[in-house]
């Protein structure tokens, strides 16, 4: 199943692309068309649903559900249905890119993003952190027991070629101090190639660590590893087909769970905010 995943979110995107480009060009050479109106209509959620999350300076997430993109898309369907109906049934490319722009949307919404629930009783809260190894920027071996003595927070992210994890890494970024004048290490990890972790910690430029996971050794230890996770084609080769499941853990001082995030949803993920208020529940 996840590899039609890493197949189909290899695809839709290049449709939307597609469809987006179909109905600008037919809506300026033809003038206004109803049927080319809702195909264009079913392939903006998304475009907006990228954007917002690659752009946003204060947003990691957005909620499971999306209502007023289902709703855009849905009109953009029906526009569309009436305009061919309208038109004699005659527009079949455009009717075919609505139904496109229709159905890319929903399995993205409804299949692609959802990862289902995640069951991982080594994480549960309460329970010592499985210690694992990473390699630091250097490419020198590290371990999450080098840290006992702190407080930590680990952020497990996919790579920098998801707009999700890269918004979550900002949001991190910009409230740094606050978690670390409470004493907090800050751990972000992430299994994409070294040179590409170097790239997003030069970008941030923030004195917390960035460690890397390239064999996804530290994921296998914490049931993390999400299999084809990486969209197929030029990323894949890039990235490798596999990668980690986004997940949050802070521990204490002495290595015990405070608090665990393993989304069932790519794209939703926890605020800084949800850290803050952990940290406060434990004293810290």
Not at 70 to 92: E, M, Q, S
Request: proline share 6%.
């Amino acid at each position: 199943m996840n590899r039609l995943k890493s197949i189909f979110v290899l695809w839709y995107p290049v449709a939307v692309v597609l469809i987006v480009l179909s109905a600008v060009v037919a809506l300026l050479t033809r003038g206004p068309d109803l049927v080319w109106i809702g195909a264009l209509l079913t392939a903006l959620p998304f475009v907006g649903l990228y954007i917002r999350a690659t752009t946003s300076r204060s947003l990691a997430r957005t909620s499971h559900n999306l209502p007023l993109l289902v709703v855009i898309t849905l009109a953009g369907a029906g526009l569309a249905g009436y305009g061919y109906w309208r038109g004699g049934y005659t527009a079949h490319g455009a009717m075919f890119a609505a139904l496109v722009g229709l159905g890319g949307f929903f399995l993205f919404d409804f299949w692609y993003s959802s990862f289902g629930r995640r069951i991982n009783d080594c994480l549960d809260t309460g329970n010592p952190l499985p210690g694992f190894t990473a390699l630091d920027l250097d490419g020198n071996p590290v371990r999450s027991t080098d840290l006992y003595g702190s407080p930590a927070l680990y952020m497990f992210y996919r790579g920098n070629w998801c707009p999700f994890c890269m918004a979550q890494v900002r949001e991190i970024a910009e409230r740094y101090r606050e978690l670390t004048e409470r004493g907090v290490e800050i751990v972000l990890i992430s299994p994409q190639p070294t040179e590409l972790t170097q790239r997003v910690a030069g970008i941030f430029n923030i004195p917390v660590r960035f460690w890397v996971d390239p064999d996804l050794a530290a994921a296998r230890v914490l049931g993390i590893v999400g299999e084809h996770g990486v969209p197929a084609g030029p990323l894949a080769k890039t990235y490798g087909q596999h990668t980690v499941m986004p997940t949050v853990i802070i521990v204490d001082a002495a290595g015990r769970i405070l608090y665990t995030d393993q989304t069932d949803n790519y794209r939703v993920r926890p605020e800084p905010d949800v850290f803050f208020r952990v940290l406060a529940a434990n004293g810290l």
